[in-house]
C-alpha cells in the first residue's frame, strides 16, 4: 500500500475516534443536567448523534465532500416501500401504548443511528476510500475492518462510563 492510502485511512481512523469521543463528551455535558437513567441514556445518545450529523454536514457542505448514501435515482419499488413503512410505523397501536417513550425510543434506533452511521461508513468513508483503491472489494473490506475499529473504540468509552 502506497502513503496516500495509508495516511487516507489513518485519517478516517482519527476521525471515527473524534467522533466517538464527541459523542462521549457530548452526553457527559447532558448529564451534568439531566439525571441517568436508561432512558435518559438513549436520548442523549439520540441528541448526540443529531449534533454530530448536522456538524458532519455543515462540515462536508463546506469541504465539497459528497456525502451521497441515497441512489442517484429512485426507483418505484424504493419509494413505495419506503411509504408503506412510514404508514406502518405511524398506523401501528402499539407505538402509542407507552407514551412518548417508545416513539422516541425507535426513532432513535431505526432512524437516528442509520443515517448517522451511514452519513460516515457509506457516505465519507466509502466514498473516500472507493477513489483510492481500484477494487470495490478493496473498499469493502477496509471499510467492514473501521467499521470493527470504530466499534471497538465505542465499545472501550462505554466500558469507561
Not at 485519517?11 to 469521543?21: E, K, P
Not at 462540515?59 to 406502518?88: C, G, H, M, Q
Not at 476510500?129 to 478493496?138: A, D, M, R
Amino acid at each position: 500500500m502506497n502513503k496516500c492510502k495509508i495516511k487516507t485511512i489513518g485519517f478516517m481512523i482519527l476521525v471515527l475516534l473524534l467522533l466517538s469521543l464527541s459523542l462521549f463528551v457530548i452526553k457527559r455535558i447532558i448529564f451534568f443536567f439531566v439525571a441517568r437513567t436508561d432512558f435518559s441514556d438513549y436520548m442523549a445518545s439520540m441528541v448526540s448523534m443529531i449534533i454530530l450529523t448536522s456538524i458532519i454536514l455543515r462540515l462536508s457542505r463546506k469541504a465539497e465532500i459528497n456525502l451521497s448514501i441515497f441512489p442517484d435515482k429512485f426507483t418505484v419499488s424504493y419509494i413505495s416501500v419506503s411509504i408503506i413503512s412510514v404508514v406502518l410505523f405511524i398506523a401501528s397501536p402499539s407505538n402509542y401504548k407507552g407514551g412518548i417513550e417508545p416513539i422516541l425510543l425507535l426513532v432513535y434506533s431505526s432512524i437516528v443511528t442509520p443515517i448517522f452511521e451511514e452519513l460516515i461508513f457509506r457516505g465519507y468513508i466509502w466514498n473516500e476510500l472507493n477513489q483510492i483503491f481500484t477494487s470495490e472489494w478493496k473498499t469493502y473490506i477496509i471499510t467492514t475492518i473501521l467499521l470493527l475499529y470504530g466499534t471497538w473504540d465505542i465499545l472501550v468509552l462505554l466500558l469507561l462510563e
